[in-house]
């Protein structure tokens, strides 16, 4: 009698873990959620620097602009603008995405250089540069040049997104269906 009983007990416990084994693996009974990438932003581009107060080839040589192109994706800007000759930095401040040139302040005879690098959650861009001299004879003008940081273009994992409870229930079911599978093996 006590022989049937186990016998019986053991078919019960192997139909309940062969269901909670087949609902848990089912593809179509859960959707699995997929770890997504997203890369930091590219290089910002045509980075230049202007002394806009000049009417004609008279300028007020007080105040500089740096400007640059947007980059896709870039919700900040770091822009960093020096003086070359001294090393000090007289600007650097985050702006918003859709901002693309900020002035500062100049004095006459000295160069002075805006670094501007893409932000996003991924992390930050390669750095867009230009300098130029701010001098009576010089151009109004620079030629926008580039260097690149040493940030590798690397993508980033975000977190699996999903429902946390799928995920207990198949790692639940996985291990119930283990520990079935020994059990029928050892009897």
């Known amino acids: 009698m006590q022989s049937i009983h186990k016998k019986i007990a053991l078919i019960l416990f192997t139909i309940t873990i062969l269901v909670l084994c087949s609902k848990t693996i089912a593809p179509a ?6 770890a997504q990438t997203c890369s930091v932003p590219s290089q910002v581009q045509n980075v230049s620097i ?42 650097t401040q985050q702006f918003d995405g859709s901002v693309t040139s900020t002035n500062f302040s100049v004095h006459e005879s ?34 926008p040049t580039t260097a690149t940081n040493n940030t590798p273009l690397v993508p980033k994992t975000l977190p699996v997104t999903g429902s946390t409870d799928n995920v207990v229930f198949i790692m639940i079911g996985s291990i119930a269906c283990i520990i079935a599978g020994i059990t029928l093996a050892i009897i």
């Open 50 to 91: 202007t002394f806009p107060s000049c009417t004609g080839d008279v300028c007020n040589f007080t105040q500089g602009s740096c400007a640059w192109n947007s980059v896709t994706g870039a919700t900040q800007y770091q822009v960093t603008v020096t003086e070359v000759e001294t090393g000090t930095t007289i600007l």
């Open 110 to 143: 000295n160069t002075y250089k805006c670094d501007v690098a893409a932000i996003n959650s991924c992390g930050t861009g390669p750095t867009g540069t230009a300098s130029l001299l701010c001098k009576v004879d010089a151009a109004v003008t620079s030629t």
């Open 29 to 34: 009974s859960v959707p699995l959620a997929h």
